[in-house]
């Protein structure tokens, strides 16, 4: 589409010489393995009360992983409740043949979806109602922490519509009745159903806290929104945080990244003693990054917008947005992992490794370190704005055709075999969700309501750091590997910080410690299956990006 680069086509960027990286940038280490497979195995244990799959017979990589897995790549989307995409999975109502059909597999296992009286007599007064394709372009709503907390209503999981006057439909001619109650099916979400048919999804999976893009996106990167500071850039647009971006001294609003140079209103920021994963990936020596639509400020889209204002025209909502979005960059945030002026990797062969761009990066980076054969071990990967599926801006249509070209890409390259893909998601949006997660950080804050008038809990956190409610609503989870299990609908209780946990089990890298959620995050290895007996080295799925079916 117009604005975008290629994946496929890499970039003229300068390569450093072989003396140059050596000089300049950290070598990734070889680990020593041990007896880490075995401890693996035991904190699986632990964690979901059966022997992890497979584990007898799997081997540790000769890049030093504790399983197959030597590349790691995160997608983290925008704004979605598992109900919203899963509702009725795996049943679609394939009432259109215009619509892209789906037809489940045999034996394909439910999940904990709608059915019943949640469809036909919902306790919220009206009832869930699907959305067709040509429904795509929605308002989005109220989904901030507090409000997120009442709509749970002690856990009745009963007051979604209390806060539907808050929705915001800029310039979108759409304000369904209830939309906040509605879903998508395979008829429009096709992709992600036809990746669940293949791989391994979650259905017990949440938001780490309750709250908006910036708090999501936080425990992805550290598992924990504490130490948050109000900081005022030296950029005259830049501002301090205002009241409720910051309650109890956690993050739990959407105000921007302090000294990012593309930051224009409410700022904060954590100092160097607030630590997340790229901290650990940096002690390790391992290449790692996030990568960002939008963030390399040098090039021009094809709408002449260019810098902080490169922007991309969604033909379906008719939205134009900004391809980068601050709030959404959590390295930013922090002082040891920010690349406060989008500063460009010295080439290529530079991707990765730690030098002035300092691991934060361009999404098209990522395609090009790929195709030059530098494949990061570990990519976050974060599309821009026009394809990150946020409700008022986005949609699950551009959202497809970013992650099909992206997975498509994925499983043509060599490095396939040994790659497990998570798609995740930074927040619920507030859209309905029928299940509440068990509350295991507490908190007594003004912002607080799960179950009472200042209260998430019944007692103050036991580590002091207030303003973490959670865990927050359920969200979409799944893992794209050749090594994931087939067709799999995963129960475990698992969070956003379980995709940190995993990394940082897999690559050997220790806790982030300082309150962390990964200490106690729930592990993702039911997902997989480690067992060589069972691999399918070259099990690949290519999608359609416009429609989600398969090639």
């Not at 990568?291 to 909502?317: H, K, P, V, Y």
């Not at 997975?407 to 859209?431: C, Q």
């Not at 220790?510 to 309150?515: K, Q």
Request: hydrophobic share 35%; aromatic share 10%; glycine share 10%.
């Amino acid at each position: 589409m117009a604005g975008t680069s290629s994946p496929y086509a890499p970039r003229e960027m300068k390569s450093l010489s072989h003396k140059e990286q050596a000089t300049t940038m950290h070598r990734p280490r070889k680990l020593g393995i041990g007896s880490r497979l075995a401890a693996l195995a035991a904190a699986f244990t632990m964690v979901v009360g059966v022997p992890m799959p497979g584990i007898a017979q799997s081997h540790a990589d000769e890049d030093g992983a504790a399983t197959p897995i030597e590349h790691v790549v995160v997608i983290f989307q925008e704004n979605v409740s598992f109900d919203h995409y899963f509702a009725t999975y795996p049943n679609a109502l394939n009432d259109d043949p215009g619509e892209p059909a789906f037809h489940p597999v045999p034996d394909t296992p439910n999940v904990n979806g709608l059915s019943g009286v949640l469809l036909s007599n919902n306790p919220n007064g009206a009832n869930p109602a699907r959305l067709s394709r040509a429904q795509a372009a929605l308002c989005d709503q109220d989904h901030g922490y507090t409000d997120e907390q009442t709509a749970f209503d002690f856990g009745l999981m009963d007051n979604f519509l209390a806060n539907v006057p808050n929705q915001f439909c800029s310039n979108l001619d759409v304000n369904l009745s209830n939309e906040i109650m509605d879903y998508f099916d395979g008829n429009t979400v096709t992709a992600l159903w036809n990746y669940a048919q293949h791989f391994a999804m979650n259905d017990n999976s949440y938001g780490t806290t309750f709250g908006p893009s910036t708090p999501g996106a936080l425990n992805l990167a550290a598992g924990n929104t504490f130490g948050a500071i109000s900081g005022a850039n030296t950029d005259p647009h830049n501002k301090p945080a205002v009241a409720g971006d910051i309650a109890g001294g956690s993050a739990v609003d959407d105000g921007q990244p302090s000294e990012d140079v593309c930051s224009t209103r409410d700022t904060f920021f954590f100092d160097s003693t607030s630590k997340n994963i790229g901290d650990l990936l940096n002690a390790a020596g391992m290449t790692w990054g996030w990568f960002q639509g939008g963030f390399d400020l040098t090039i021009t889209n094809a709408n002449g917008t260019t810098g902080c204002a490169r922007s991309t025209r969604s033909e379906i909502t008719g939205v134009t947005k900004v391809d980068y979005i601050p709030h959404h960059e959590p390295f930013q945030y922090f002082v040891n992992t920010r690349n406060p002026n989008h500063t460009r990797p010295g080439g290529i062969g530079a991707i990765g490794y730690t030098d002035a761009a300092n691991h934060q990066y361009d999404l098209h980076d990522f395609f090009d370190a790929t195709n030059a054969g530098h494949m990061p071990q570990v990519a976050f990967l974060k599309a821009a704005g026009f394809q990150d599926g946020h409700a008022q801006y986005s949609d699950p249509l551009d959202e497809q055709n970013f992650l099909v070209d992206t997975i498509n890409f994925l499983m043509k390259r060599p490095e396939w075999e040994h790659t497990a893909v998570f798609i995740s998601y930074d927040d619920s949006d507030g859209w309905y969700d029928h299940v509440i997660g068990p509350v295991v950080h507490q908190s007594q804050t003004s912002a607080d309501t799960l179950t009472g008038s200042g209260l998430c809990g019944s007692n103050a956190p036991g580590d002091g750091q207030q303003g973490r409610c959670g865990y927050g609503p359920r969200l979409p989870f799944m893992v794209i590997s050749p090594w994931a299990k087939r067709n799999f609908v995963d129960h475990t209780l698992t969070d956003q910080s379980s995709i940190i946990r995993f990394i940082e089990d897999n690559f050997d890298l220790g806790r982030i410690g300082g309150g962390s959620a990964d200490a106690y995050a729930g592990s993702v290895l039911n997902m997989f299956d480690f067992d060589r007996r069972h691999h399918e080295p070259a099990r690949r799925l290519l999608l359609d990006p416009s429609t989600g079916e398969p090639l």
